[in-house]
């Protein structure tokens, strides 16, 4: 079965630090890796996915990701944090046969805050 | 262009009532999915649809009746309502030719007295 593990519940980092969440995952097979966002009170938007090819994935919002799969890990990072990215994220993974419904498991959330 | 919308936003039930949460999507998305969001436990998947007329069990059914009697809606049921389904509700849809792009909506917030 596939599982996701983010091992941060809460973070908070300073405005203009560098952030990296961390997200594990268990999975049998070559896995799809989502990292998505989701701001108070609104549903969840993806910031970027990772399904083959080059290992270091870009997204909106200047977000990033590397795809380790020595490590079974999909880390997200930024460079400089902004008061605006304060939200919870989540890291799902999924089957490289995606045509089946039942597709992603999420793990449970790291919900970041930005200190002035 | 809406995207995906849930209505009710905000409902309070008392044990053993029964209610309906409507999912409603905009783009001819063919799958749609219902999760249940709560704290610590990330999203959980409850029922899930492939197309129209078909409906399937997902991570946590019990409890929770679906259907999709229009490839445009999904409907969730709550039969009887218990403590236990206190709990924030999203729906999210996909095409088939994207693997793994959910589109969420805001969230259905239920509490169960």
Redesign the interface.
Known sequence: AQS?T?PD?HITVSEGASLELRCNYSYGATP?L?W?VQSP??????LL?Y?SGDTLVQGIKGFEAEFKRSQSSFNLRKPSVHWSDAAEY?CAV?PLN??A????T????TRLMVKP | NAGVTQTPKFRVLKTGQSMTLLCAQDMNHEYMYWYRQDPGMGLRLIHYSVGEGTTAKGEVPDGYNVSRLKKQNFLLGLESAAPSQTSVYFCASRSSGTAGELFFGEGSRLTVL
């Open positions: 996701v983010q519940i799809y989502f998505y009170g609104q549903g969840l938007q993806l996915k399904f989540f999924g995606n045509n419904g039942n597709m992603l999420f793990g449970g959330g």
